[in-house]
């Protein structure tokens, strides 16, 4: 009696270790399903105009950018594709240095109290949500911009670059400095004890042996901004452009989705282009984490 | 050569971690260009005596250090800068550290930083640092190599290289040899008996055999403490100054 007891219990316990095994296992798949869902939506939406009818060489060669056009509906994402592209690369001129240069602070010059309230601080840097980011830009950096160049609109590519790299800055700092730490003391010590000033060590030893991870730390920072949409939408001026100076107003491929997708009815071409848009995104974010991937990779191995 | 001044002098030299005393009181000269052997069971203090003449002692969280530690004339905790003093002392730690770089580049590293560019002198130096540390017939052929993926011996002799390579006043040498099997072992011994005509070398080691084949004078440390200096003859012969030093040399110890 007692013994069939017991090794009912022995099956309980067996069937509720399978069944947390199971859940957990649907979680972690769950993540793959989500993105392969994800893929197959856009793809779905865009696929239509993709292969009937679109013209890919007024896609990615004319920066006409007329969906509503009663006569004339022109799809050209030329402008669209330079402001995401301009906004990005200054952004990065931007962030990189300032990103890095504080990792390295954080890892190797700062001690005790400094260190722990700077990550605190640039943690919370990265909760502000990316509207309060783009009124930033509209309110605060808008005038100064027409103050200090002397810009007709403040509403531009500078604008814009420059909230997207403050943006951008945290994820390169966390990941960043991650990559420095996983650098042996040992190499430091060697270093110092052959007289090595601390940035002697930090960019002949350090920088070099963490190579990877910070390239991984700046590709990271680069997909969150050019995924970035409202900061962009507010403060880069929405003009559908292709920039000859940092002064110019753009507009981005994700500020234009963003924009217009309200405004479109579904399945119509002007709703398809946009996701057509959407997959370009995709495409350049995805080669961008997966260079990510294969660098933080590459530091595992050594 | 013999100047009236020691190379070295630690003078009331006390270390601590936090409440531990690593050194308690320890006076002790170096002459110049002899070889300094430090003998003394695990513990005692030996590597701690080492890290404070090139100060990386300091790097460790929590020590801190009293008195006073010369070469020639500067008080070296009172020097500007750390570097310029750890450049005058090359240093060998027990365990190897190749740089994550190339082989050469491990060698060309203080050079380099020193300032040192041109092509010439740089190959000149990684070959003579080199071969001093017995390991340039081993290595010439791939100077290109990561240095981290020699094996251990030759990470150490790496590290010997390396510490030759900024042509230092003093040369601390921490249990060079643990890694490194006999016949190459010898071969190094040779070159610092060599060596010595240039340099002052502090050697540590836990082989007192090495100690009495090498060192021109001895220093036996003990819980801390220094127990006995003098001629090396003196500490591993008949009639040492402490009978301690008579039964560790002796192997009679606990």
Known sequence: MRKGWSKRRAALERAKERAIELLIAVCGVSAVVFVFAIIYFVFREAAPLLFGGLDFGQFFGSEEWYPDSNSNKRYGALALIAGTVSVTTLAMVIAVPFGLGTAIYVSEFSTGRVKETLKIVIELLAAIPSVVWGFIGLVALNPLIIDAFGAPVGLNVLNGAFLLGLMSVPIMVSIGEDALKAVPDTYREAAEAMGATKWQVTWRVLLPAARNGLLAAVLLGVGRAIGETMAVLMATGHAVHIPTSPLDSVRTMTATIAAELGETARGSDHYRILFVLGTVLFLITFLVNLTADLAIRGIKKR | ?254
């Open chain 2, 1 to 254: 050569m013999v100047s009236e001044r020691p190379k070295v002098q630690f003078d009331k030299l006390t270390v601590r971690f936090g409440d531990h005393v690593a050194l308690r009181d320890i006076t002790l000269d170096v002459r110049h260009n002899e070889i300094l052997g430090i003998i003394g069971p695990a513990g005692s203090g030996k590597t701690s005596l080492l890290r404070t003449l090139n100060r990386t002692l300091e790097l460790t969280r929590g020590a801190r250090v009293t008195g006073t530690v010369r070469i020639d004339a500067d008080d070296i905790y009172r020097l500007g800068s750390v570097s310029d003093l750890r450049r005058r002392v090359g240093m060998v730690a027990p365990l190897p550290v190749g740089l994550p770089m190339s082989i050469y580049d491990n060698v060309a590293f203080a050079p380099r930083m020193s300032g040192v560019r041109d092509k010439t002198t740089l190959d000149g130096l990684v070959e003579t640092c080199l071969t001093q540390a017995a390991l340039w017939d081993e290595v010439k052929d791939r100077l290109a190599d990561l240095g981290t993926k020699l094996s251990g011996g030759q990470q150490q002799r790496l590290t010997i290289a390396r510490a030759l390579s900024h042509e230092p006043e003093v040369l601390c040498l921490d249990e060079f040899s643990i890694a490194i099997d006999p016949v190459t072992t010898m071969r190094i011994e040779e070159v610092l008996k060599e060596l010595k005509s240039t340099i002052t070398i502090l050697l540590v080691t836990n082989l007192v055999q090495q100690a009495r084949r090498l060192a021109d004078r001895s220093a036996f440390l003990l819980t801390s403490e220094l127990v006995e200096v003098g001629p090396t003859e003196q500490l591993f012969g008949r009639e040492p100054k402490d009978r301690r030093t008579f039964e560790y040399v002796h192997g009679m110890f606990g």
